[in-house]
Every structure is written in structure tokens, then in C-alpha cells.
């Protein structure tokens, strides 16, 4: 979607008010790298990498430190098996990410720490250092993000975001789930039970954020009937058109009615 798109979803959605009760997060002093682990279905190097994702996040980093998002490619289908998580707008993502990175290949199992290609994510060690360095700076956006609980239709989503300074900033908001699993049929990991968590379900944005005023966002996002909610969260983030970094980052799970 691009700004144009974007100002008209964010004027009418701003028409609906948000409806009570709601759960509401907002992102602290401290800055939250967001991880972005581009895979496929249809990549034999890719389990290996969705499984550390999955663990690094469950076992050794909280929300506040570490955001991850997978995002499912769809240029391996062609070899034998279609992936149902797969989506052109996340290759199209992935080929503007190394273009801003200044990175000429693109590849899967690829793992993006605030915008930048992270070719060593599997070394435990560098892996840490490059969170922690980025966990030290200043945030250079501030995010506020309300959920009402969902319906078995819909989530309605409210976003307010401000930069630190004036600049070329853009909001994105992703929904994703965990708890996937796919037997796989075919393709280079035909016979193979895949397991899934942080796949991104529903890609919102460029929204733009230039510094000057705060950005208000509000939209109702469609829930598909196969998606299990009580597994689905939200995940916001201010990245900057310039450059790609990331500039902050914010996640919560799904309300539900009575939390």
C-alpha cells in the first residue's frame, strides 16, 4: 500500500471509534530490534533457521528486547510445493530491504536485525552482540498500540507513533500467528512435519511518520476462520525510508474479552 493508499485507510478508519474494553501497550526508553527471518516451505535450509527463530524467542528474549516476524517467500514454489504462508508483498519486501542494505542477493533462509542482512545469525554469540548493541541506543520513535478483542471476523487495531526527529519515517503493522504446522508433499522438504511461529498473516503499510506530529492509525484487520486467535498477536514498527533501520518496535499478543 502505498501513501496515498495509506492517508485515505487511515482517515476512514479514524471514522470508527474503538470499542471498550481494550488492551493497550506502549514502547519504553529502551530501543527492540526487530527481526525479520525470510523463509519458505520449499527451502530445505529453512526448518533449521524457523526452529532457532522460534527458540531464541521463546527461551531467551523478551518482547522488549526482541520482536520476530517470519515472513514466508513465494519464488520457491516453482519447485514442487506451493507455500500457503507465502506472499509476493513479502518478496517485494525482502528485494526493498537488501536494496536499502545496499546487498545485491537475495536469499532464504535470510535473517534481517533492524534492517540490516545478518549473515551470521546462527552464531550464538554474534547473534547476542548485535541485539544488545541495538537494545543500548536511543529508540528514535515512540509507539502506542490498542486492541479491542477480537471477533471471530475481525481485530480493530489503534497505532500512534512519533519520531524523535524530523524525517522520512514510515509505520508498518504486521499480525501474525504461532503455532503452525504443515506435512509437506512435495518440493525439497517433501515427507517433512514443518512447525511454525511468527508467521505474518496480515502486512499493513508504509503508513508515513515525519517527525512533526504525532500519527494517529486506527483500521479494523479481517481474521481469517482458520487462524486460532488465542495464537495471534500484533506487531508495530517505525523504520526509517532512508536508510531501513528500524527505528523502534513494539509487539502484544491478541486481547481477549475479559482481560
Not at 478508519?13 to 501497550?25: D, N
Amino acid at each position: 500500500m502505498g501513501i496515498a493508499a495509506g492517508a485515505l485507510a487511515m482517515a476512514s478508519a479514524l471514522a470508527f471509534p474503538l470499542p471498550s474494553p481494550v488492551c493497550e501497550t506502549a514502547s519504553g526508553p529502551g530501543r527492540a530490534a526487530l527481526l525479520e527471518l525470510y523463509t519458505s516451505e520449499g527451502c530445505s535450509s529453512c526448518p533449521p533457521a524457523e526452529h532457532w527463530l522460534s527458540s531464541i524467542a521463546r527461551r531467551e528474549y523478551a518482547a522488549d528486547r526482541l520482536i520476530p516476524l517470519a515472513l514466508h517467500v513465494d519464488y520457491w514454489d516453482y519447485i514442487g510445493w506451493k507455500d500457503g504462508y507465502a506472499k509476493p508483498a513479502f518478496a517485494a519486501r525482502q528485494r526493498e530491504q537488501n536494496a536499502l542494505a545496499r546487498s545485491a542477493t537475495i536469499y532464504t533462509p535470510q535473517a534481517m536485525l533492524n534492517g540490516r542482512d545478518l549473515r551470521g545469525w546462527y552464531d550464538k554469540a554474534q547473534f547476542a552482540a548485535a541485539v544488545a548493541a541495538i537494545n543500548r541506543s536511543p529508540p528514535g520513535a515512540d509507539i502506542r498500540l490498542t486492541l479491542a478483542p477480537p471477533t471471530p471476523e475481525s481485530v480493530e487495531v489503534s497505532v500512534s507513533a512519533r519520531t524523535a526527529r524530523q524525517g522520512n519515517g514510515a509505520l508498518y503493522v504486521a499480525l501474525y500467528e504461532n503455532g503452525l504446522a504443515t506435512e509437506v508433499k512435495g518440493g525439497e522438504n517433501a515427507g517433512a512435519l514443518l512447525r511454525h511461529d511468527f508467521v505474518v498473516r496480515a502486512w499493513l503499510g508504509p503508513y508515513p511518520v515525519d517527525g512533526r506530529q504525532p500519527v494517529a492509525w486506527q483500521q479494523k484487520i479481517a481474521l481469517d476462520p482458520g487462524w486460532k486467535i488465542a495464537n495471534m498477536g500484533v506487531v508495530s514498527f517505525v523504520q526509517s525510508r532512508a536508510t531501513g533501520e528500524v527505528l523502534q518496535a513494539l509487539a502484544t499478543s491478541l486481547c481477549r474479552r475479559g482481560d
